[in-house]
């Protein structure tokens, strides 16, 4: 610093650049939640005006330096919060509601299912980002000029990154880039001696490329959040939601209006299963059924149940399960394609109206077919088919973050088992290590047909014994029930199997022997009545980039039947078929009637073929060379940018002693191996440079002699300090002789000699 000057301006325009990249690239993150009253135009400008007084300020040298420092450090933000109180707690409580609006819904986001914060003022808006910007700007500046360290760069920029991704919040990438060019960056200014910058520039151009790499291999669109984060959510969320009843991310409570309309919802019942000894059905009618078009066996839930405690499923409610749908993303086409209304039109059954909906998880076509992209089947009815393709439109959702966050949603929230019943379903199908599509799906086909195989229809299968597990009882002891036992079944045995699955439990109908009608639209629409003996309960399990499919284990229902008969029969009919089939079962057989031997064996070869691949993990053997060879890469690069590094500060001049002379003479013998020169054991230092001067005329010349005399002098002699110019001659003797290598070396010997 010149005689006078009152700024340190050392690198200072290096200085202010580094302190805006952290700046913006921390404070641009909340931009995604205050746009566009706050856009990244607005952060950026006001980042920069920042960045550059408060670089200045700590530049600042003289009698008033101190002064100055703490006004513009700590009183600056403190005057302007106050004059802005109001406004600042106006945007901070709309930034706080609107965050937490955010972080719970994870579908598209729009202005009609979001909050969104043109609710508030712009200067409100502005006022947070502005106080944000300085903090940040000050944290940012005191890394740069006073604390560089690479632990206090992460703690700037790293909490509010970390926070927004784990809420599935992603910021917009150049946020990203520009934090991890800070982190990079600011990690150049921190060797105070280095009067030069050539280090930092390099260091912002390596970086630079590493960012730019990153964000076209990695682009915004295929962010994942991180399992841990939506595991430790689900719990919170959770134990909250069960002790206290509190909603955190839009659970909604059980009313008494929802309760009402599931108790009247005859045969449908609460969710309780083994509970009673016979059903009855009395031809109630439960309500209407409006669709398009025919399109075969309609499944109406109006029950679903997540989680499973003492024989009894509780009804799950959650408002992210209608968040999650393929039609919210491609809404326009999905409706044009399934037309279809559910209405109950009976004044005196207005309990049940909006509980009827139809099963509509994925995408369904006027005759019934579902579409997807690769996966050639479905899960419809128990059985699967093959369905047409929707190309493109599917394959792009299906790859979004929405649904890459929704299936790790499913698996955290749809996999809970007890251990009982855990160790009875282990016991007959064993255990299973699912890892593909192909694999679940086959597994699924494995269990709804060993189920309706082996096991009896009945309306009157006894009650439980009390203590006694639903699961157990039905698939050891009494083999026999009605439909809530096949689902609550098939439920447990896929998600003992890895595969997400929950109850359902409403009506099926058979559209096909529905009549036309036309509303006041001119719109044609088919009706069909429902009754109580409609009433049915199924599964549905979650498959991987697909969604929710039903598997419907029940005798009797999934098959697809001929259309001039009615393919859904009540239950009582069902029931009389099953009597009638089965005459030689007596209905009150006791357990020892029932329990054969060897049933675990039966039921596991039952699916065996299935899981000959149990245990083994299928992970692609191109992906693992690929990322073993990019890692190898990755490994070489570090490693050579680690030696290059301490080979340029090998040769700087300034704090020379005993230990970096050696390292110099040890660095010039690989050199000289390379040349092949190599010293062999026992030969003493001096003789080893005569002989190589002896042999090479253009080594000779470069000074070796009297460089490796000086180290020898300093290691072996009392000589304690060498002069400027002998270790200026030292350094100057290596480059030669480098350089002399490289020029001799071929191949990847040149390579070698650069890594040595």
Not at 527 to 535: M, R
């Amino acid at each position: 610093m010149k005689k006078g000057q009152l700024i340190h301006t050392d690198n200072l325009i290096l200085r202010i650049i580094v302190t805006f990249l952290g700046t913006f690239g921390a404070a641009s993150i909340i931009e995604t939640i205050t746009y566009p009253l706050a856009d990244m135009g607005f952060i950026g400008f006001v980042s920069l005006i920042f960045s550059v007084v408060y670089t200045l300020m700590l530049s600042c040298y003289g009698k008033n330096a101190r002064l100055i420092r703490i006004m513009g450090m700590a009183v600056l933000p403190v005057v302007y919060l106050v004059i802005n109180i109001g406004s600042f707690i106006n945007g901070i409580t709309t930034f706080i509601n609107v965050f937490i609006s955010r972080a719970s819904f994870t579908g598209p986001v729009d202005s009609s299912n979001v909050l969104t914060v043109e609710s508030a003022g712009a200067a409100s808006v502005r006022c947070v980002c502005v106080v944000v910007v300085m903090i940040i700007a000050v944290l940012a500046a005191l890394e740069v000029n006073v604390f560089p360290n690479m632990l206090v760069s992460l703690a700037i920029t790293m909490p509010l990154l970390s926070v927004f991704i784990a809420a599935v919040i992603v910021p917009d990438i150049i946020s990203i880039i520009f934090c991890v060019l800070f982190i990079f960056d600011s990690m150049a200014l921190r060797n105070k001696k280095i009067k030069t910058n050539q280090g930092a520039k390099t260091a912002v151009i390596i970086s630079a490329i590493i960012a730019a790499v990153l964000a076209f291999i990695i682009p915004q669109e295929t962010y994942k959040r991180n399992s841990f984060f939506d595991d430790a959510r689900n719990m919170v969320t959770d134990v909250v939601y069960d002790r206290f009843g509190i909603d955190l991310q839009g659970n909604k409570s059980e009313t008494e209006d929802d309760k009402a309309k599931v108790n009247a919802t005859v045969g449908i019942g609460n969710g309780d299963v083994g509970q009673v000894d016979e059903v009855y059905y009395g031809n109630v009618y439960a309500g209407e059924l409006n669709t398009m078009s025919d399109i075969g066996i309609a499944y109406a839930k109006v029950f679903m149940g997540r989680d499973f405690k003492n024989n009894s499923w509780q009804r799950w409610s959650d408002t992210r399960e209608t968040q999650y749908s393929y039609e919210s993303a491609v809404s326009e086409f999905a409706l044009n394609l399934v037309k279809r209304k559910i209405y109950t039109l009976d004044e005196d059954e207005q309990l049940l109206a909006d509980r009827f909906f139809y099963y509509q998880q994925t995408f369904r076509s006027k005759d019934g077919n579902v579409y997807g992209s690769s996966l050639d089947y479905r899960i419809a009815r128990g059985s699967f088919e093959d369905y047409s393709r929707m190309g493109q439109l599917m394959k792009k959702y299906r790859n979004s973050a929405i649904v890459n966050s929704y299936e790790s949603y499913a698996h955290g929230q749809y996999l809970d088992v007890s251990e009982d019943d855990r160790i009875v379903v282990a016991q007959l199908f064993g255990k299973r290590n699912l890892q593909t599509v192909d694999e679940k799906v086959e597994y699924i086909q494995k269990i709804v047909s060993y189920l309706k195989d082996n096991y009896t229809y009945t309306l009157k299968p006894g009650r439980v014994p009390e203590g006694k597990s639903v699961v157990e009882y039905f698939l050891r002891e009494s083999k026999r029930g009605y439909c809530t036992y096949f689902a609550t079944s098939a439920a447990v045995i896929l998600r003992c199997a890895g595969i997400p699955a929950r109850y359902c439990a409403g009506y099926t109908v058979n559209t096909n022997t529905g009549a036309y009608y036309t509303d006041g639209q001119s719109n044609k629409y088919m009706k069909y009545d429902v009754y109580d003996n409609a009433a049915h309960a199924w599964v549905e399990a979650y498959i991987d980039g697909y969604g929710w499919v039903i598997v419907d284990a029940t005798p009797g229902y999934g098959e697809v039947e001929d259309t001039e008969q009615s393919s859904t029969q009540d239950e009582s009919e069902r029931q009389s078929q099953s009597d009638n089939s089965n005459s030689s079962v007596d209905e009150n057989m006791t357990v020892d009637d029932t329990d054969e031997p060897g049933t675990e064996s039966t039921a596991q070869e039952a699916v065996s073929d299935t899981d000959s691949f149990s245990g083994e993990i299928h992970i692609n053997s191109v992906l693992i060379v690929v990322c073993t060879a990019i890692l190898a890469v990755l490994i070489l690069i570090a490693m050579a940018a680690i030696r290059i590094v301490s080979r340029i500060h090998l040769l700087r001049s300034s704090s020379v002693d005993e230990v970096k002379l050696m390292k110099m003479y040890s660095y010039l013998e690989k050199l000289l191996a390379c040349l092949g020169y190599k010293r062999e054991p026992g030969i003493d230092y001096e003789e080893y440079i005569l002989e190589i001067t002896a042999q090479d005329a253009n080594l000779k010349n470069m000074g070796l002699e009297k460089a490796v005399q000086t180290i020898l002098a300093v290691r072996f002699g009392n000589v304690k300090c060498v002069d400027k110019a002998d270790i200026t001659g030292i350094i100057n003797t290596i480059r030669q002789v480098r350089s002399y290598a490289l020029k001799k070396a071929r191949g990847l010997k040149k390579l070698v000699v650069c890594l040595i």
